[in-house]
């Protein structure tokens, strides 16, 4: 059964390029209400953690060293059918592929910097919500 909840992080290249504001626009744009926000730097050391079940990937030190490089922004958003909606709002992980309109078409630059995380499923959601915030960061 869907869940109303997802989890999304504004990645450093879009935080360096100036882009959350825009892309907070448009997530709120898309229907979805901001539950839990924070601003915050992930040491190396989190970033492997939230990523651990890549681990074994031949990108994992990239990831991890990407996703350390600058501030993030994570969220938790709410709207029915949040985890598949907000999928198709950030579009494609390979921005070229991304469909017009799309966050990912609008903001990213690469496969690799590609502006945006989203959860892949209600499990994962609940996963990386309860990562990032406490019950008591949640509204």
Do not use: C, Q, W
């Not at 992930?42 to 990407?66: I, N, Q, T």
């Not at 690469?110 to 949640?138: C, K, L, P, Q, T």
């Amino acid at each position: 059964m869907a869940t109303n909840r997802t989890f999304t992080m504004i990645k450093p290249d879009a935080v360096k390029n100036g882009h959350t504001g825009a892309i907070l626009n448009d997530i709120i744009a898309g229907g979805f209400k901001i539950v839990a926000m924070k601003y915050t730097h992930l040491s190396a050391e989190k970033a492997g953690e939230f990523y651990a079940v890549h681990k074994e990937r031949p990108f994992y030190g990239e990831l991890v060293d990407f996703m350390s490089s600058g501030p993030i922004v994570a969220a938790i958003l709410e709207k029915e059918n949040a985890v598949e909606d907000f999928r198709k709002l950030i579009g494609h992980t390979d921005p070229s592929k991304a469909e017009p309109g799309t966050i990912r078409n609008k903001y990213a630059k690469s496969i690799d910097a590609n502006a945006v995380h989203g959860s892949d499923s209600d499990e994962n959601a609940e996963i990386e919500g309860n990562f990032y915030f406490s019950a008591f960061e949640r509204f």
